[in-house]
């Protein structure tokens, strides 16, 4: 076997294997012997070699595909492995010859190949600390934010109002005087409770079914807004939307809270919403960490992408995004989920793109440290894939395959190289890091001006020279 690379642009190169006729020979031999077993030959051939020379000729196309077919699966791996590229990818067949007696058999393939760094960047990077802390008021709000999840919503009475609860309609003036429109609409909220109720209301609003609307006729004075004292006594017939008339709602006490939150008493219902606050606040830091790191990692190290592995890994994510607009709208017809994917098709290539490059820049990192994951560490993290998915370790185990497992062991060997990194970045405040960001892409784009009016200016001064 002969292997030649033929070094293409960025990162593709054709690599051409010729086979000897001696072994073509023999492999047609096998194939025709195969085939001459299974078939029937009109002639009654009493000796079976006749019989395969027979075959050779009915079936030349079909023994000469299969040979071309099995001696490059048998091959092409083994030919790539002797030229020492760190190839990525499946690779495409792009020339075969049809192999027959008495010639050898030729073809190509094209491969990509890994990207190279010439110097990696990846230590003093710099790591934004939030530095926030949870605080009383915080917890507060907290509080507040689930005795609102914990109302109570109670029978709508005429007693109940006069006993101090309160309850909120629209009221909107119906009037032809502007002086009296004019003074009455800033206020269309009307709220009545034991300090403010209107008696002529509640004989009406008892029993309205909800979302009706119910006129009323009163003085200016006796309704919100009134800010005109000569309108005082003016009779104004009032239009009054009915929100919700047969249930008000009354906040639970504060041990009633805690209990229905699951809490003993209301300093450990205050405790549980600190941790929570607590998590979300570290889990926020993380995450703007973690674009900062991303970010600095695809900034500072520039390298060419394999243009195949990036459109593969760009046609999965649409499919998935497909399946999933599918999903989310099963109303809407093919042709507008086909626009709404056209719509995000650039921004999730540029995803696409940005997350390819952070995945080879990871895998450099872990190469340079020696970073490895053994099958102990392997095994636990699909102990805690089986965990996290509340799915059966058998079950969760019968989908992953050698090719899943591989999958799991860089998505792993990239997670060490991230923590890595971490470790060796330089931590300032969150406001210094976005000012400083700032400024680098402020910088960023006026070095490109300078560059594209530069360029500019050459050009034109050799076009002048040019018509000199």
């Known amino acids: 076997m002969q292997v030649t690379v033929v070094p293409g642009v960025r990162l593709e190169h054709k690599v051409s294997v010729s086979i000897d006729a001696k072994e073509v020979g023999t492999q047609l031999d096998v194939v025709a012997t195969e085939i001459a077993r299974k078939v029937q030959v009109p002639g009654g051939y009493r000796k079976f070699a006749l019989k395969v020379a027979r075959v050779r000729q009915l079936y030349r196309k079909d023994i000469s595909a299969q040979v071309a077919s099995d001696i490059i699966q048998e091959t ?60 009383t008021e915080m917890v507060d709000e907290a509080v507040e934010r689930v005795r609102s999840e914990h109302i109570e919503r109670i029978p709508f009475t005429g007693a109940l109002l006069e006993q101090g609860l309160e309850v909120e309609l629209a009221a909107e003036p119906v009037t032809d005087d502007p002086e009296l429109l004019e003074s009455l609409t800033r206020a269309l909220t009307l709220i009545l409770g034991p300090d403010a109720v209107r008696p002529f209301l509640l004989e009406k609003l008892v029993g309205a079914p909800v979302g009706s609307v119910i006129e009323v006729d009163a ?101 998935e995004k497909a399946r999933v607009l599918k999903q989310s709208y099963p109303d809407v017809g093919e042709e507008l989920l086909t626009r709404l994917l056209q719509y995000q098709a650039s921004e999730e290539l540029y995803r696409t793109i940005l997350g390819t490059r952070l995945e080879f820049v990871l895998e450099e990192v872990a190469r340079l440290e020696q970073i490895t994951v053994s099958d102990e560490e392997l095994e636990a993290r699909i102990d805690e894939l089986a965990e996290e998915s509340e799915m059966s370790e058998e079950y969760v185990r019968s989908r992953i395959g050698d090719e899943e497992k591989e999958s799991l062991r860089h998505s792993l060997r990239r997670q060490r190289a991230r923590e890595v990194v971490t470790r060796h970045a330089v931590r300032i405040p969150a406001e210094e890091y976005a000012a400083q960001d700032r400024r680098l892409r402020a910088a960023s784009m006026h070095g490109r001006r300078v560059r594209k009016s530069s360029g500019f200016r050459r050009a034109r001064a050799r076009r002048a020279r040019n018509n000199g």
């Open 76 to 135: 092409v791996f083994k030919a790539i492995q002797e030229t020492g590229l760190d190839t990525l990818g499946t690779p495409e067949v792009v020339h075969m010859d049809m192999p027959w007696y008495g010639t050898g058999f030729s073809y190509s393939v094209r491969v990509e190949a890994r990207p190279t760094f010439e110097k990696l960047h990846y230590k003093g990077l710099l790591l934004p600390v939030t530095g926030r802390e949870v605080t």
């Open 219 to 319: 003085p200016a004075g006796q309704m919100p807004g009134w800010t005109e004292p000569s309108k005082r006594e003016v009779e104004v017939r009032w239009k009054v939307t009915v929100t919700d008339p047969k249930s008000l709602v009354r906040p639970p006490a504060d041990d009633e809270l805690a209990r229905k939150a699951g809490n003993n008493s209301l300093l450990a219902l205050r405790g549980a919403l600190r941790e929570k606050l607590e998590k979300e606040l570290k889990d926020e830091e993380n995450r703007v960490q973690s674009e900062a790191i991303a970010d600095q990692l695809v900034g500072r190290n520039r390298i060419r992408l394999p243009e195949r592995v990036v459109s593969e890994i760009y046609q999965e994510r649409l499919k």
